[in-house]
Each structure stands twice: as structure tokens, then as C-alpha cells.
């Protein structure tokens, strides 16, 4: 076992899908929990801190095969919330009702976050959630 600090977008970006095994138990947060998450988020950006411990998230992949799929064994809330956040953010640009000084950054959200570019069909999306 392996493990590492890393920051979470670097994190997402370094994966081409999460997968959530079918073992796993549905997404379950509720308001309270995305909330205290999106107050450390807002804490992080209002203080500039340079790092904030959000959880861990423990994964593995099959090495020998192409691409990075990320099978999530714990964490995944996290990973959907914020990621749930992420699309909430680009739907609000795409929107125009948020602006960003960054230009392209709806379409970083969505190519980097979001999606794998890449992949075709149900692949594409980089968080497969379980079914149900």
C-alpha cells in the first residue's frame, strides 16, 4: 500500500474515471455534510491556506491496464459531492450568471473535471457511480 499527499484537483485531473463498485453503499450525504464541506472549501480560498486536510480517499488500479480507472473504496462521497460542486460551477458559467477572470475556465471544468475528453460512450464520464 501506497500512500500520498496530494492535492484534490491535482488528484481528479491525474484520473481518466472513478468507478464506484457495486458493493458500495449509494451516496448518502446530506445538507449538513456538504455544507460543512463547502465551508472548508470557502475557509481554504478566505484564508489562502496553501493546504487543508479534506479526507482520505483510498483507491487502487490495475496497473497493466491502459488509462487511469480509479476503483474508489473509500471516499467516494467526497469525489461526488465535489463533483456534483464542479458541475454546479460550469452549469452557473455556461449560464452566465457567475464570471470568471479565468477565460476558459467552464470549459477546464468540464474537459478536466468532468469528462475524459478521450473515452467514447460511458466511459467518457470520469465518475461512473454505482447503479440505483
Not at 489562502?48 to 480507472?69: A, L, Q, T
Request: proline fraction near 2%; charged fraction near 30%; glycine fraction near 6%.
Amino acid at each position: 500500500m501506497q500512500v500520498q499527499g496530494k492535492k484534490f484537483l491535482e488528484f481528479f485531473k491525474g484520473a481518466d474515471r472513478f468507478v464506484i463498485p457495486v458493493y458500495q453503499r449509494n451516496y448518502d450525504w446530506r445538507r449538513e455534510h456538504c455544507e460543512q464541506l463547502y465551508n472548508d472549501l470557502l475557509d481554504v480560498a478566505k484564508y489562502n491556506f496553501r493546504n487543508h486536510f479534506f479526507g482520505s480517499i483510498v483507491y487502487v488500479f490495475d496497473e497493466y491496464k491502459p488509462g487511469m480507472e480509479f476503483l474508489v473504496i473509500d471516499g467516494q462521497q467526497r469525489i461526488a459531492t465535489l463533483s456534483l460542486l464542479l458541475l454546479a460551477v460550469h452549469n452557473l458559467l455556461e449560464k452566465e450568471e457567475v464570471t470568471s477572470k479565468k477565460e476558459l475556465l467552464k470549459e477546464e471544468i468540464k474537459e478536466t473535471y468532468l469528462i475524459n475528453k478521450f473515452s467514447k460512450g460511458d466511459k467518457k464520464i470520469k465518475l461512473k457511480p454505482i447503479k440505483g
